[in-house]
């Protein structure tokens, strides 16, 4: 089933950003929207007496017809909400640090297997079980990596992915069934 | 194997559940989702791989599995392969929820006897109306 490509870039932001959108509202009751780079910085760099916060990244390797990671990075005090709507916390004060590390990696498995789902819909996939790390969002060197700037509740978030999707072999196949 | 329809208000018997997924958050939100559908629900077990589901197999009642696919340990698939063909778990629903909604897995669930295919993020409701058909179906 897996086919050797040289690593693509995402050649449709829509898809991830529809991807995400899923995600947001069907799991957590938020709203995703596309966003700028600059805005996402500008709350990375904030200090903490500022308005700044701590942040979280998860990221998750997915294999199959084609190879690569996505990388979710999110501030805290957004992980905290969605995390609440998820799991019906009554606060995001309450979640535990446990329970927040598993919903973010969690949350970065769904972006990523829809996102997937989507752009090959007839071609399982495997995902490993994602890494989270807490700590100031970290750069991207990688040069096949593609970073996407979104919006979650009007929160900045960054999504990394490297490798990607190819185009179908053929659109016959897609349209087969 | 089928798309969940919608609630029927026949009266079942309690369903005993087993939830397997690694995240104890998606857990958490599988068991909430089934208590939101107000339908009678048994035990609920948890466990954390396919593995773990095994163990709790060998040892309880189960009328239906949720599994998820990616985990590490067992799988969902290798955990349906194992179970698949045994006489003790013949009746035992099977439901896969999963972000791999493509179709090449939906075939091997297929393969599997798995009656429902759950895709993640999917609305509570999707929960009621799977259990729904499964009481019913009982």
Same mark, same amino acid.
Request: hydrophobic content about 40%; aromatic content about 6%.
């Given at each position: 089933?897996?086919?050797?490509?040289?690593?693509?870039?995402?050649?449709?932001?829509?898809?991830?950003?529809?991807?995400?959108?899923?995600?947001?509202?069907?799991?957590?009751?938020?709203?995703?929207?596309?966003?700028?780079?600059?805005?996402?910085?500008?709350?990375?760099?904030?200090?903490?007496?500022?308005?700044?916060?701590?942040?979280?990244?998860?990221?998750? /390797?997915?294999?199959?017809?084609?190879?690569?990671?996505?990388?979710?990075?999110?501030?805290?005090?957004?992980?905290?909400?969605?995390?609440?709507?998820?799991?019906?916390?009554?606060?995001?004060?309450?979640?535990?640090?446990?329970?927040?590390?598993?919903?973010?990696?969690?949350?970065?498995?769904?972006?990523?297997?829809?996102?997937?789902?989507?752009?090959?819909?007839?071609?399982?996939?495997?995902?490993?079980?994602?890494?989270? /790390?807490?700590?100031?969002?970290?750069?991207?060197?990688?040069?096949?990596?593609?970073?996407?700037?979104?919006?979650?509740?009007?929160?900045?978030?960054?999504?990394?992915?490297?490798?990607?999707?190819?185009?179908?072999?053929?659109?016959?196949?897609?349209?087969?069934? | 194997?089928?798309?969940?329809?919608?609630?029927?208000?026949?009266?079942?018997?309690?369903? $005993?559940?087993?939830?397997?997924? =690694?995240?104890?958050?998606?857990?958490?939100?599988?068991?909430?989702?089934?208590?939101?559908?107000?339908?009678?629900?048994?035990?609920?077990?948890?466990?954390?791989?396919?593995?773990?589901?095994?163990?709790?197999?060998?040892?309880?009642?189960?009328?239906?599995?949720?599994?998820?696919? $990616?985990?590490?340990?067992?799988?969902?698939?290798?955990?349906?392969?194992?179970?698949?063909?045994?006489?003790?778990?013949?009746?035992?629903?099977?439901?896969?929820?999963?972000?791999?909604?493509?179709?090449?897995?939906? =075939?091997?669930? =297929?393969?599997?006897?798995?009656?429902?295919?759950?895709?993640?993020?999917?609305?509570?409701?999707?929960?009621?109306?799977?259990?729904? =058909?499964?009481?019913?179906?009982?």
């Amino acid at each position: 089933m897996c086919s050797p490509i040289s690593p693509s870039p995402v050649e449709d932001r829509d898809a991830l950003l529809a991807a995400i959108s899923d995600v947001a509202e069907n799991s957590l009751f938020a709203f995703a929207d596309a966003s700028e780079q600059a805005a996402f910085e500008a709350a990375a760099t904030a200090p903490l007496t500022e308005g700044g916060s701590d942040w979280l990244s998860a990221r998750v /390797h997915f294999s199959g017809p084609v190879a690569g990671r996505l990388e979710l990075t999110v501030p805290e005090p957004l992980a905290r909400h969605l995390c609440a709507s998820f799991s019906g916390a009554e606060t995001p004060e309450e979640i535990g640090e446990t329970d927040l590390v598993d919903f973010i990696g969690e949350l970065s498995n769904m972006m990523c297997g829809t996102w997937l789902t989507r752009a090959r819909r007839h071609d399982a996939f495997s995902l490993t079980p994602p890494e989270v /790390h807490r700590g100031a969002p970290r750069g991207d060197r990688s040069e096949d990596a593609e970073l996407f700037y979104l919006s979650i509740d009007e929160a900045p978030i960054r999504v990394v992915v490297q490798g990607g999707i190819a185009p179908p072999p053929n659109q016959e196949r897609a349209d087969a069934r | 194997m089928t798309e969940p329809s919608s609630v029927n208000a026949e009266t079942p018997t309690a369903l $005993n559940i087993l939830i397997v997924d =690694d995240s104890a958050m998606m857990r958490t939100m599988i068991k909430r989702a089934a208590g939101l559908t107000g339908l009678p629900i048994g035990q609920i077990f948890e466990a954390a791989d396919g593995q773990q589901a095994l163990a709790v197999l060998k040892q309880q009642h189960v009328d239906a599995l949720f599994t998820d696919i $990616n985990m590490p340990v067992m799988t969902g698939i290798e955990l349906l392969q194992q179970i698949a063909g045994h006489e003790r778990w013949q009746h035992m629903v099977r439901v896969i929820i999963s972000t791999d909604g493509s179709v090449a897995r939906r =075939d091997e669930a =297929d393969r599997l006897d798995v009656r429902f295919y759950v895709e993640k993020p999917f609305r509570p409701e999707v929960m009621r109306d799977v259990l729904s =058909d499964l009481t019913v179906a009982r």
